[in-house]
């Protein structure tokens, strides 16, 4: 197994990294919070209302290239937002993960779990035969809407609803 050359390669080019693009603000994207070196942001096509994707805005094609410290922050920022979204959104619990399956640029999911079936392995599914497609996009209204309520909770000694 092979990995993505590092960020400093000439083959790395930013442009083609949607992640790379959204971190430098050259795509706009749904802000919850921002810091000097991560960005949280809803996921356009998410499993459960509130899903967070966290970036590095440095490339990182693996998470496990990232530097200990920026990963922190994001794990940390990750659980300042947990029970936000677990009483925002009725959700019993909090996924978190790496993943990197569809974007080589490290980033983390942050999603309000209604069902046990919301973040899940095939190996946990009886059936035999499954198919899976891509989460509905939600409209940039509600996206903005949604946005705009999480980073007031951010900064409001405030408790949702």
């Not at 992640?19 to 991560?38: A, N, Q, T």
């Not at 490290?106 to 190996?123: G, N, Y």
């Amino acid at each position: 197994m092979t990995k993505d050359l590092p960020t400093d390669s000439p083959r790395h080019d930013p442009a083609d990294c949607l992640f790379c693009r959204i971190g430098g603000k050259s795509l706009p994207s749904h802000v919850v919070h921002e810091s000097d070196r991560i960005l949280a942001f809803l996921d356009i096509h998410p499993i459960r209302r509130g899903h967070v994707v966290i970036i590095p805005k440095a490339h990182y094609a693996w998470f496990d290239d990232l530097p200990a410290d920026v990963a922190a922050e994001i794990l940390g920022f990750a659980r300042e937002l947990a029970p936000i979204l677990r009483r925002r959104y009725d959700a019993k619990r909090v996924g978190f993960m790496f993943t990197g399956t569809d974007i080589a640029h490290a980033h983390a999911h942050v999603v309000p779990m209604v069902e046990p079936t919301d973040i899940t392995s095939r190996r946990y599914i009886a059936e035999e035969t499954l198919s899976f497609g891509t989460a509905p996009r939600m409209p940039d209204e509600e996206l903005g809407a949604i946005a705009t309520e999480i980073a007031a909770a951010l900064v409001s000694d405030d408790v949702f609803p």
